[in-house]
């Protein structure tokens, strides 16, 4: 095959193959480079095996804590060797069906392996290689930011890549004591996960549990965190790192006092950066911001007409969150763009969202902080789901949904849930706003009684309604 | 509507094409539009080789093989018929 392509892309995770199947549909010839393992990170480091382990450490934590009077807690045991042996085989079996077959499957499909670097706005250089792409695609997503921490440099730590199956970074011993850096969704994930599994974890946030969500989802997570033993120092600054024999030591600094924590092992998860740094894209024209970041307008183009940018890379423009199937709708609009003329543009607005904790969290649409700041007439109201049926039946009344809705129309502008099922509930939502619904169709749907989903219906009733009289099935 | 516009071949990468079929409808709305001399459509790379004046723009290729409903195709490149 010749070394002159039509797509061009940087990158092989769920953007980079999105954009490479819809091209290869519209007649282009294609090549996609990797530097790391194919698939990106969520088939490989997030994502997947994050929500494979956790399950098993759910499992764990459920048998010791049955919830029902009646039944004996139980030890499962942990042999966390074969956990991550199974959880490198969910990988590889993902891996190949989900990325290496289909690579595989696609006509004028070539996989270059190597760090690419621009050479000039139409040519990358791929280790020995030099390839040219008539259109380019950036999509190198993004790994674990590093913070400047004085004595990080010189101590082992983890970070997410302790998921991957097949690089080094893999982690195959449970730490004894895990101290967890960061309070984002990565952090609240694996540290409530380690602590299932049998590690002592301490979290050391900047500021609370998941800034920028609904402040109260945090403060929820926090309270049920503290509740399993997790330590939380939150409003905690990291002052510097040091390696003894047993493990790391971290001083921090909280509320003016300073204070050392030890652990076995330091798990660093502060927030994700971009991977432009080595692709040399200056020499192609292409602007990045402050932080990494390729500005891009809606239909993903940035600063080089020929090149576009999309998932990771692009950060939070045009309401763009760093997720993989926002990345791989981004691919796919790319694709069109630059081979059908689509002029598609990216609609963030409505995009559900998912922290896997337990209690789960889930969020669609604007934040309470985010309507009020654009002085946008909005309402509120926030139900606990001890009022909602199944909640109760199952023992898991932890949690709250909350709904912002438009004054002037009804319309819902935000739904943030804590609890049981709201990876899965939220979706009702998303469609629900998707189709611009009100608090009143909420309210006229018939939900199936008695499901996590009729937290929604009497979410919404609680704008007009006592919710705590209402009757079975919330009529 | 010039003969001074010299001839040239405009060389397109083409999607959706499953069958000779395909090949034949490609062909016939390449060759509907105005300044082209002749099409050929190829099924095994994707791909079609386009005779036509030079004032034929790319864009008026792929829209009318897009208005079958079924393929794409895109300009990858025009050359002179003189040679490569």
């Known amino acids: 095959m010749s070394d002159a392509f039509d797509l061009l892309i940087l990158g092989s995770g769920s953007t980079a193959f999105a954009a490479a199947i819809r091209a290869a549909d519209l007649g282009a010839r294609v090549a996609m480079v990797e530097r790391r393992t194919l ?44 956990l991550v042996g199974q959880k490198d085989e969910v990988v590889r079996d993902y891996r190949a069906k989900k990325y290496a077959s289909v690579a595989g499957g696609l006509t004028d499909l070539e996989l270059l392996e190597g760090d690419a670097a621009f050479t000039d706005p139409h040519t990358v250089q791929v280790g020995d290689r030099v390839v040219t792409g008539d259109r380019i695609l950036v999509a190198t997503g993004s790994r674990p930011t590093i913070p400047p921490i004085p004595g990080l440099a010189d101590v082992p730590y983890l970070t997410s890549d302790l998921l991957d199956a097949d690089e080094v970074g893999r982690l195959t011993e449970l730490p004894a004591s895990l101290i967890v850096l960061g309070g984002g969704y990565i952090a609240v994930e694996l540290a409530q996960m380690f602590s299932r599994l049998g590690s002592r974890v301490t979290i050391v946030a900047r500021s609370g549990l998941l800034s920028g969500y609904e402040p109260d989802l945090g403060q929820t997570l926090a309270d049920a965190f503290t509740a399993e033993g997790i330590e939380l120092l939150t409003e905690a600054r990291a002052d510097h790192v040091r390696g003894d024999p047993r493990g790391v030591e971290l001083a921090v600094e909280q509320a003016g006092a300073g204070r050392v924590v030890r652990a076995a092992r330091l798990l660093v998860a502060t927030g994700r950066t971009p991977n432009t740094d080595t692709l040399g894209l200056d020499r192609a024209g292409i602007k ?188 | 509507m010039t003969d001074q516009q010299p001839i040239l071949f405009i060389d397109l990468g083409v999607g959706g094409m499953t069958c000779d079929d395909c090949v034949v409808h490609v062909t016939e709305a390449l060759e509907s539009v105005p300044g082209v001399e002749a099409a050929t459509v190829d099924l095994p790379t994707r791909s079609a080789v386009v005779t036509a004046r030079s004032d034929v723009e790319g864009s008026a290729l792929a829209q009318a093989v897009r208005t079958t409903g079924q393929y794409n195709a895109f300009e990858r490149g025009r050359r002179a018929t003189s040679g490569e």
Not at chain 1, 45 to 68: D, F, M, Q, T, W
């Open chain 1, 39 to 82: 698939g990106g990170t969520c088939v490989n480091r997030g994502c997947l095996p994050s929500k494979n382990l956790i399950e098993a450490a759910r499992i764990v934590h459920e048998a010791a804590h049955p919830r029902y009077a009646g039944l004996a807690p139980a030890d499962v045991g942990v042999d966390f060797g074969a």
């Open chain 1, 288 to 475: 990045i911001d402050g932080d990494g970041f390729v500005p891009v307008d809606a239909q993903l183009r940035t600063s080089q007409p020929h090149v576009w940018a999309a998932g990771d890379v692009i950060g939070r423009q045009h309401r763009s969150q760093m997720a993989t199937p926002v990345g791989a709708r981004q691919g796919r609009i790319v694709a069109d763009n630059a081979f059908a003329d689509a002029a598609r543009a990216f609609d963030g607005s409505v995009i559900p969202r998912a922290i896997f904790t337990d209690p789960p969290i889930a969020v669609v649409g604007e934040t309470e902080a985010e309507v009020r700041a654009r002085h946008y007439p909005a309402v509120a109201a926030t139900t606990p789901l001890l009022y909602v049926p199944r909640a109760g039946a199952v023992h898991k009344t932890t949690g709250f949904v909350k709904f912002i809705a438009s004054t002037i129309d009804e319309r819902v502008l935000g739904v943030h849930i804590i609890g049981e099922a709201a990876p899965e509930i939220i979706h009702e939502a998303a469609m629900a706003m998707k189709f611009k619904a009100t608090l009143a169709d909420f309210v006229d749907l018939i939900h199936v009684y008695p499901t996590m989903s009729e937290a929604l219906k009497i979410g919404a009733q609680a704008f007009s309604r006592d919710v705590t009289k209402l009757s079975c099935c919330a009529e």
